[in-house]
């Protein structure tokens, strides 16, 4: 079965919001290495592997040094989205990727970062199934007694999303929206420092 037999009538765009600075880490996160793959890789890797129709990443700090990354190896990556808003905080990166979205007549949305390596091809794919019995509801992951992301928005939800500002993220729009959670213990680990590479 074909991505688009899959799909039917919808167009999914997924998007990796990896335009943040790295302040905690010390580095470009994205390019830090977690069993043998920078996370940028790990998390390309996985939404390519999902039954999406286009996939951008939204580059912002270091964006030329991930670039030239991108490159330099033998991995697929996503189209790239710059956000020259990128100091405002992640609300730029979503506002980049909701835009492109709406602009490519999507009819929804995957919002995922590439700092929860436990994200596999599967849980995605489990929120693509989910909104196939609610078109209309946003499907969000459950983990540490919250929802959030990944997160897959509904047409519908775009214009909320472009009204987000600052250093925040689709939590509020998804809480104050009907949503539908999928259980994701592994959502709450995630990488903000070097050590928790070693995990």
Same mark, same amino acid.
């Given at each position: 079965m074909t991505d688009e037999q899959e799909l039917g009538s919808r167009k999914v765009v997924g998007a990796i919001l990896a335009a943040g600075s790295s302040s905690r880490f010390g580095s470009a996160k994205q390019l830090a290495i977690k069993d043998g793959q920078t996370l940028l890789a790990r998390a390309s890797e996985t939404l390519l592997a999902t039954a999406i129709n286009q996939a951008i990443v939204v580059l912002g700090c270091h964006s030329a040094l991930i670039k030239e990354s991108m490159t330099a190896g033998k991995n697929k990556y996503p189209e790239i989205v710059e956000n020259n808003d990128w100091p405002e905080g992640i609300a730029s990166? =979503?506002? &980049?990727?909701? !835009?492109?979205?709406?602009g490519n007549q999507a009819s929804h949305l995957l919002l995922m970062v590439c700092d929860q390596p436990l994200v596999t091809p599967e849980l995605l794919n489990q929120l693509l199934a989910a909104s196939y019995h609610?078109?209309?509801?946003? =499907?969000? &992951?459950?983990? !540490?007694?919250?929802?959030?992301?990944?997160?897959?928005?509904?047409?519908?939800?775009?214009?909320?999303?472009?009204?987000?500002?600052?250093?925040?993220?689709?939590?509020?729009?998804?809480?104050?929206g009907h949503y539908v959670s999928i259980d994701f213990a592994g959502g709450a680990v995630d990488i903000d420092r070097p050590a928790d590479l070693q995990d």
């Open positions: 990166s =979503i506002r &980049c990727a909701t !835009a492109y979205a709406a609610q078109p209309e509801a946003i =499907i969000a &992951c459950n983990y !540490a007694d919250s929802v959030g992301i990944p997160a897959l928005f509904p047409q519908s939800s775009f214009a909320q999303l472009l009204t987000l500002c600052g250093d925040k993220g689709a939590k509020s729009i998804i809480c104050q």
